[in-house]
């Protein structure tokens, strides 16, 4: 190919290459601003495919009996809701976010194996391509839940080796991301920028990473499993060739706890940049943040069974899984605490990033106590497989992971665009949309409390008054969101005549080496390692700053 | 942009546009849909197979290219040489815990779901209701014999002497090792070309033994739990040696062209990693597999 050429000028040559022109910039890309803006808008282009799939869950649930689609459609709407929201959204948007801010955040010029980050983005779309696939296949596509246990998902049509495989796919997607950004974070810090110096947001994403590569495999296991359990005859997961269908919820689980940390420790480091620029403070407690990360991550391994409780565990790992979920709420609880003096007595202003940072303390919060309920082993008899257990994941995840995201968008963009977003379309959009998520949400939790099961197209009549505020709720959070669109897709394009006219500093109380560069940034950024000066640190206090 | 040569020693290197990701990711994608049909009968044929296949191998052949001649060309600082380091550390991590959810799996087989189907403790109504009569052993195809009757394959011979292999060739990739750093390029090529012997006899034997399971022990995929997690641990790990022998090969040829120098070489070394780490699964295997 073209570029095998240049080898032979040396290392300048190339070094200082403009971007191919055309779609061929885009294919073949090895700068970490492109791909971070590729897997942004691959991002959100999953969430508005996984959100039409909610829409379908809702409207079909707003009454009781059988409305608009058939139960097998339903599952197979519950399943890939889950598998597009999780794999496509939330998870390629902070590894967006990552590529774009880490190399900023630490002062080098791109992420550490370029090549390989290319990779792991372009494995997402093609993967995605072949999973959504199997909605038009023979037997439809998967409807065994996207948590995929055995013997119920060995029934799957044609479809099931597509998605084996694309889980596969997906996998290696995040393997490679992970082991990119976990080396660009610990070899590639500007001098002087020591561990106990970094961002937090550098950080939590350290920790996300290393649980990525611990993890990732463990699940491309467990589906390798099913796979040859469907195919070629091995009995892992049937009792009577010696196995146990509740092996796979153990390795699954042991994949699925930490991916739930997966998605929600960078929205932690996003919050801890976010909150301190509006407070005007620096962070309080940045060392207690970071060992707080740490615990966090390091838990997230042995609490996997309280997925599991009702399946019939002896009661020595009931109570163990129990006290260990509920030793998770320490570390939360520190940064909770220190998210809030952070803002005590802060000069605070309240643009839309803040908006989102606040709404996602005041809202996770709310999901990390039902979390808690949950935790607790005779209580979680009642809640399970119920609603009460969607509308606390949906409580970490929208209003917390995605209200991240979204806050992490705000912020940044200008950065990015070098031009401001509408500042009173934000704030619109932030409280229609924390009106509307919890409308869709809070009500689930009475139903779940009632009795109302998850994963089931029909329902009892006497659900059906918060079903409809559910769906009415889904309904507006989704329209609400493009607002967003058109918002971010002004800052990108240059619509509603808006000009390139910001400073270095966007926010100025923002620190960060990332603050320290044009608006927009430059194709390239720190070829050379810049300074580190003291004022930029996230951990130093602001007293200490000042001198 | 300042002048381009006045800090390009320092500079990390970032390289230029790359088509190889994008047409690795069609191949693969082609690769898996193209099996994925042939799973289900769906009349696809094999052509995605062959075409995903042969592309992906070109393309990983292609790619490797561009770095050794980066490496060769001397674009890589040191900096770019620890990024190489963490990253293959970071990779044979991944790879670890891939074995360690089938390594699990037996644990918990072994351990867990087979005395539970015998009736250990508090689940004796499984025992009574589902299973009556099975009591649980090890080696165990379960309580409806899947696979019929089999024969287990003794630890303490052709795995015995697979371990005894594994370990030399580790003994003879130090030693090329060491001759590298001193210098001593013939040497060190012809530990290499001993080291690689050692993979390719594992692998022979290897294949002997997994035919000798279908065909005489009536050991199979098909053999219950304990088929199950021998061979797919087994597998796997034969598939990991592959690759390592064929690595092992690589930077054999890479020696024998004159590559790699006495103090910069982490291509030789991310493979001597990886063959230690093949190793080492190895002695798991023997152990907890073949053995206890």
Request: proline residues 6%; glycine residues 10%.
């Amino acid at each position: 190919m073209a570029h095998t050429n240049d080898l032979a000028h040396g290392h300048d040559d190339h070094a200082h290459h403009g971007p191919d022109k055309g779609i061929m910039r885009w294919i073949k890309t090895t700068n970490h601003k492109d791909l971070g803006t590729l897997y942004l808008f691959f991002a959100f282009t999953m969430f508005f495919i996984g959100g039409l799939m909610s829409l379908v869950i809702r409207a079909e649930l707003f009454h009781p009996g059988m409305q608009f689609v058939q139960p097998e459609f339903f599952n197979q709407m519950t399943t890939m809701h889950a598998l597009v929201m999780i794999f496509g959204g939330v998870m390629p948007a902070f590894v967006g976010l990552a590529n774009w801010m880490v190399p900023m955040m630490i002062g080098c010029s791109d992420l550490a194996l370029p090549r390989v980050n290319n990779w792991g983005f372009w494995i997402l779309p093609f993967g995605f391509t072949m999973m959504l696939s199997t909605l038009f296949m023979e037997g439809g596509g998967p409807a065994g839940g996207w948590t995929m246990y055995p013997p119920l998902m060995l029934q799957t049509g044609n479809a099931f080796p597509f998605l084996i495989f694309s889980v596969h796919l997906l996998g290696i997607s995040s393997i490679t991301g992970a082991i990119n950004v976990v080396v660009t974070i610990l070899n590639m810090r500007t001098p002087g920028m020591t561990l106990l110096k970094m961002p937090l947001f550098v950080w939590t994403w350290l920790i996300t990473a290393y649980l990525l590569i611990a993890v990732m495999p463990v699940l491309a296991g467990a589906v390798t499993m099913l796979l040859t359990d469907k195919y070629f005859g091995t009995s892992f997961f049937t009792a009577a060739g010696g196995g146990d269908p509740v092996l796979f919820q153990h390795v699954f689980w042991f994949f699925g706890h930490p991916e739930v940390y997966i998605l929600i420790l960078p929205a932690f480091g996003i919050v801890s940049t976010i909150i301190p620029t509006f407070a005007r403070k620096s962070l309080f407690g940045y060392d207690s943040m970071v060992y707080a990360t740490a615990a966090i991550g390091f838990l997230s391994f042995i609490v996997w069974a309280h997925h599991m409780f009702t399946v019939g565990m002896p009661l020595a790992g009931e109570l163990f899984f129990m006290f260990a979920t509920m030793l998770i709420a320490v570390p939360t609880g520190v940064k909770v605490f220190n998210w809030v003096a952070t803002m005590w007595r802060g000069s605070m202003s309240f643009e839309t990033p803040m908006l989102f940072a606040v709404g996602f303390v005041f809202l996770f919060t709310i999901g990390g106590f039902s979390g808690l309920m949950l935790a607790m082993t005779p209580v979680d008899f009642q809640y399970h497989d119920t609603y009460f257990v969607v509308a606390h994941f949906h409580y970490v995840l929208v209003p917390g992971a995605v209200f991240s995201i979204i806050a992490a968008v705000y912020y940044w963009i200008p950065k990015w665009t070098g031009r401001m977003y509408n500042e009173f379309w934000g704030k619109t959009h932030f409280w229609l949309s924390a009106i509307f998520i919890n409308l869709t949400f809070f009500p689930q939790h009475f139903l779940g409390l009632a009795g109302m099961q998850r994963r089931v197209p029909d329902y009892a009549l006497q659900f059906t008054d918060f079903n409809e505020i559910s769906t009415i709720g889904a309904f507006g959070f989704f329209v609400t969101q493009f607002i967003f669109i058109f918002n971010i897709l002004g800052c990108c394009y240059g619509w509603f005549g808006r000009k390139r006219d910001l400073p270095d500093r966007v926010w100025e109380g923002a620190r960060g080496l990332e603050w320290t560069v044009p608006s927009p940034a430059p194709y390239h950024t720190f070829e050379d390692p810049p300074a580190l000066p003291v004022s930029e640190v996230t951990g130093v206090h602001d007293a200490e700053a000042a001198h | 942009m300042e002048s381009p040569a006045a800090h390009s020693a320092e500079r990390y290197f970032v390289p230029a546009p790359s088509v190889w990701p994008f047409i690795l990711t069609a191949a693969l994608v082609a690769l898996v849909a193209g099996v994925s049909g042939y799973l289900e009968d769906d009349h696809i044929g094999p052509l995605p197979i062959y075409v995903g296949g042969a592309l992906a191998i070109a393309v990983i052949f292609l790619w490797f290219r561009d770095i050794v001649r980066e490496s060769e060309g001397g674009q890589y600082s040191a900096q770019v040489d620890r990024t190489y380091r963490w990253g293959m550390s970071w990779f044979i991590f991944s790879e670890v815990m891939f074995f360690a959810a089938f390594f699990g799996a037996l644990f918990y087989a072994r351990e867990l779901s087979l005395p539970w189907l015998g009736g250990e403790g508090s689940k004796v109504a499984t025992n009574l209701v589902l299973w009556p009569g099975f009591e649980a052993a090890w080696p165990s195809n379960g309580p409806a014999n899947a696979g019929g009757a089999f024969k287990t394959i003794p630890a303490f011979s052709v795995p015995l002497l697979n371990t005894v292999l594994l370990l030399s060739s580790g003994v003879t990739i130090t030693m090329a090792h060491h001759a590298l750093k001193a210098g001593k390029r013939l040497p060190c090529i012809l530990w290499m070309w001993a080291t690689v012997a050692f993979g390719a006899t594992f692998l022979y034997f290897q294949a002997h033994e997994y035919i000798e399971a279908y065909t005489e022990l009536n050991l199979t995929l098909k053999s219950g739990i304990y088929g199950s997690t021998f061979f797919m641990l087994t597998g796997f790990h034969g598939l990991h040696v592959t690759l390592g022998t064929i690595m092992l090969l690589v930077i054999t040829l890479r020696l024998m062209a004159g590559h790699f120098k006495p103090d910069s070489h982490f291509g030789f070394e991310g493979v001597a990693w990886y063959w230690h780490f093949v190793d080492i699964v190895w002695l798991g295997l023997f152990i907890v597999v073949y053995w206890l």
